[in-house]
């Protein structure tokens, strides 16, 4: 079982940064597939950046590339999305979600098996 609490998350505006959490217990993380998705109203749930586990590679959509980061710290079990240059666009839900380690396709939702609650990113033009 693996649980994930996301933090970080707020209003900014346009042109401004935020850096969300995701927290893990039960397995860790460089054991695990981590990624972020967000879903904006009326949107479907979207890829936004994903990190194997056992190379540490990270993926990003386009949309993101060049503005967004996600990394992670072993020690402290936490992966984390730096978002920078936000746009209105980025406003969503950023949900952090654990695949497992034979997991291939990082940017299939249908691939994740524990979903974070979600936290809310409000950018504002």
């Known amino acids: 079982q693996v649980q994930l609490v996301e933090s970080g998350g707020g209003l900014v505006q346009a042109g401004g940064s935020l850096r969300l959490s995701c927290a893990a217990s039960?397995?860790?993380?460089?054991?695990?597939?981590m990624g972020w998705f967000r879903q904006a109203p009326g949107k479907e749930r979207e890829f936004v950046a994903a990190?194997?586990?056992?190379?540490?590679?990270?993926y990003h959509v386009d949309s993101v590339k060049g503005r967004f980061t996600m990394s992670r710290d072993n020690a402290k079990n936490t992966v984390y999305l730096q978002m920078n240059s936000l746009k209105p666009e980025d406003t969503a839900i950023y949900h952090c979600a654990a695949a497992p380690y034979y997991a291939s396709s990082l940017n299939s939702p249908g691939e994740y098996n524990y979903w974070g609650q979600g936290i809310q990113v409000t950018v504002s033009s």
């Open positions: 990190i194997r586990w056992g190379t540490g590679r990270t």
């Open positions: 039960g397995r860790i993380v460089s054991s695990v597939n």
